[in-house]
């Protein structure tokens, strides 16, 4: 349980410092016209979907290659899911939905 909480607040850090640089730094010259296919599986439905901080609707899009960007999927319940990514070509992403927190049961004893 505690490793779990851990690697929760180191991917909290690591996203907190990818946000930090609003800009997305290019690796590679990109193409103008050229996008890379990115598909998202296990999207529940009534879900957020949202690409570089931006709502989108569809879970097959474009992106430009070469390019860092961000995903995050929300739903409703408030569970969710990031991912930072580089495409180039397609790629097929599975989404698996969190809790933002760790539920720990106490349980008194008596002396």
Sequence with gaps: ???VAVLAVLAAIAWALLER???RQAVATPDQGVTARVELLGVPPGAQVMLDG???ENTVFGVTPGVRH????RDPSGRSW???FLAAGSVSLVVQLREDFV???VRQTRE
């Design 21 to 23: 640089n609003p800009a």
């Design 70 to 73: 961000a995903l995050e999927v």
């Design 54 to 56: 931006q709502q989108i």
């Design 103 to 105: 539920q720990v049961q």
């Design 1 to 3: 349980m505690m490793a």
């Design 82 to 84: 990031r991912q930072v």
